[in-house]
């Protein structure tokens, strides 16, 4: 379907059903539904109301004889409005609505690209199942083109296919992820949109590593021309819960691959010896596309600043050095950061999400372990 046009010049009335792929006889063929013995005009009228705020129906009076118009009641503005006086948005929504009204039963394929255009995620929702309803009448295939998030992530995944376009050869290819892929997706807290919408994956154990990197990556692309940050490369960092993330792993990486995306595990190894580490998850996900840490936790990286932790809840940089010290044969850095809060934070619990990113942000590039650097151009190198 094409922008709506307003034609100059109301049109002389004949019975259509036929809608135009710019909207100019919308009010034809409203007129001729609404003159029918089904329920098409009330549908239509119904679902227009149900998405745009204030409008209570719809009319389509007979005017000068042989020349009709449509018309919009508001009841809040004491008056109704005709198509030349309501926004293009409105005429385009009210477009929309009557041609997938019109093709259920009676197309055997609809498309539609991008309706999400003029509509609020609200509207955007409301769009979608009155697509899912006609889809499932096993008369009429929708096929939508679309951005849109809310389209994405209220569709299942075996429903979903992916273009991918290759910036060399300008081919375009399509991939299907199994229906099975739901589940893992739901249960780890995924949406749709973020795995299909982004160009590359960085999967990392919780919520502290993801938001640690994610600033850790800014101040290295703010030093460095010749890397980008995460947000940047439109990397999606995805935070899984440590054995969680392990257990799906596999399934992660044959859903990404399936899709032509780069993506990267990063892990903790905790009190594990990363080579043998790495050794057990390469064989299920692939030698370059796993790192595991050589530090304990991600917290290990920010306790190489006392300035930072100062900087961020404005401690004594020289208390913080001590207790660094007299606390450096604990290889849990999470727990040294939590005593550390006990120590001097009035009563404040340390919160690894927030409080972690607060020291990472406060952290030069000149801090930054060269781990961290490594990491960093291991993304920018996944999309060159």
């Known amino acids: 379907m094409n922008a709506f046009r307003l034609p100059n010049d109301l049109p002389a009335f004949r019975n259509t059903t036929d809608l135009e792929r710019d ?9 001729t539904l609404r003159d029918e013995p ?3 005009f009330d549908r239509i009228e119904r ?3 149900n998405i745009m705020d204030g409008v209570s129906g719809i009319r389509v009076p007979g005017r000068k004889a042989k020349n009709i118009t449509v018309v919009v009641d508001e009841p809040g503005f004491g ?3 005709e198509l030349s006086e309501i926004s293009s948005g409105s005429k385009e929504i009210l477009t929309l609505i009557t041609q997938i009204i019109l093709s259920d039963g009676s197309s055997n394929l609809l498309l539609i690209e991008e309706p999400e255009l003029h509509l609020h995620p609200i509207a955007e929702r409301k769009i979608f199942d009155l ?22 992530d209220q569709s299942k995944v075996d429903n979903i296919l992916h273009v991918h376009r290759d910036g060399e050869t300008g081919v375009s290819e399509l991939f299907r992820v199994e229906g099975s892929a739901d589940d893992v997706l739901v249960n780890l807290g995924y949406s749709n949109s973020s795995l299909y919408q982004s160009s590359g994956i960085l999967f990392v154990e919780g919520r502290s590593d993801q938001r640690i990197l994610e600033e850790f990556s800014r101040t290295i692309s703010s030093s460095d021309d010749s890397l980008k940050s995460f947000d940047e490369l439109r990397i999606e960092v995805f935070s899984g819960g440590g054995d969680t993330l392990v257990k799906n792993a596999p399934t992660l990486a044959n859903i990404t691959s399936r899709l032509r995306l780069p993506f990267l595990f990063v892990f903790d190894f905790d009190d594990q010896n990363p080579d043998e580490k790495h050794q057990d998850l390469k064989g299920e996900i692939g030698e370059y596309r796993v790192h595991i840490l050589d530090k304990y936790c991600i917290e290990s990286y920010l306790i190489d600043s006392p300035r930072a932790i100062s900087a961020a809840f404005n401690f004594s940089e ?3 050095e ?4 007299n606390n450096s044969g604990q290889k849990n850095s999470k727990n040294v950061l939590k005593g550390l809060f006990k120590e001097f934070a009035d009563g404040v619990t340390y919160d690894e999400e927030q409080h972690g990113w607060s020291i990472a942000r406060q952290m030069n590039a000149s801090e930054l372990d060269d781990e961290m650097y490594l990491i960093v151009e ?5 999309l060159s």
């Open 23 to 31: 909207g100019d006889n919308l009010a034809q063929v409203l007129k």
């Open 38 to 40: 089904n329920d098409k």
């Open 47 to 49: 679902a227009f109301v």
């Open 79 to 81: 008056t109704a409005f």
């Open 131 to 152: 697509l899912k309803n006609i889809s499932e009448n096993e008369l009429t295939k929708v096929i939508v083109t679309t951005h849109s998030e809310v389209f994405v």
């Open 318 to 320: 020289s208390k913080i």
């Open 322 to 325: 001590q207790y660094l010290n």
């Open 378 to 382: 291991q993304i920018n190198s996944m």
